[in-house]
């Protein structure tokens, strides 16, 4: 049976056009093509962190008052895949890093007032049978189940008074908070499976929190 799809003519005049264009302005013509094609191409596929399972989820972040003065706090859930549990399992250690931002909200753009960047591992001793949390005070906390340890590193608390930087009345601010793994902490061998296995995605995005007042 012919086909039914006729070939596609490029128009005389435009053909003509691009003749007349010297070498350079042709290339110039082409790299925009090619890279509005590429772009279109990429837009297509799908977000390596779009929906994952195992991302970590930030549930809270809060300015909260204490007897020396406020302090920043946040509620995260983090979800381990398969991957990284048997990594665990097999004495790989895994780390991430809980970023805290509190930013006074500005008429032309925002300024960050205060930054800090929250460590936590987390390691399982075999011969022990426990899961060990090394928290950002560098204390180590021992744990017989992998749920307790992931809920000890669930309420990351920033114990560095804000003093002088206490949010100001009439001034608006919001809390940005990420929880980011690690994966350059990870064995050599294993850091190219976790840049492109969603398995090892366990990084949250940036959430946003306006303080309450």
């Known amino acids: 049976m012919p086909s039914l799809a006729k070939p596609f003519r490029v128009p005389p005049a435009i053909t003509s056009a691009f003749r007349s264009l010297s070498l350079r302005e042709r290339e110039i013509i082409r790299d925009g093509i090619l890279s509005v094609g590429l772009f279109l191409c ?3 596929l799908p977000s390596a962190g779009a929906a994952n399972p195992y991302a970590a989820i930030i549930r809270r972040a809060d300015l909260v008052e204490t ?4 302090q920043l706090q946040a ?10 549990k048997e990594a665990l399992h097999k004495g790989i250690a895994l780390n991430w890093r809980v970023l805290l931002k509190l930013r006074a909200v500005g008429r032309l ?3 960050t007032v205060y930054s800090r960047e929250l460590p936590y591992r987390i390691r399982f001793h075999a011969l022990l049978n426990q ?13 017989l189940t992998l749920n307790a340890a992931l809920g000890y590193m669930s309420n990351p608390r920033d114990s560095t008074p804000l003093g002088a930087i206490s949010p100001r009345p009439g001034q608006r601010y919001y809390l940005a908070v990420k929880c980011q ?5 990870l064995p050599v061998p294993l850091r190219p499976f976790a840049y492109l296995d969603p398995q090892w995605f ?9 303080i309450q007042k």
């Open 67 to 70: 007897d020396s003065g406020p």
């Open 75 to 84: 509620q995260i859930d983090y979800q381990l895949s398969p991957s990284a």
């Open 181 to 185: 793994f690690e994966r350059e902490d």
């Open 202 to 210: 366990l990084s949250s995005d940036w959430t946003l929190w306006p």
């Open 109 to 111: 753009w925002d300024r």
């Open 131 to 143: 899961y060990e949390v090394l928290a950002p005070n560098q204390a180590s906390e021992m744990f």
């Open 42 to 44: 990429l837009s297509l």
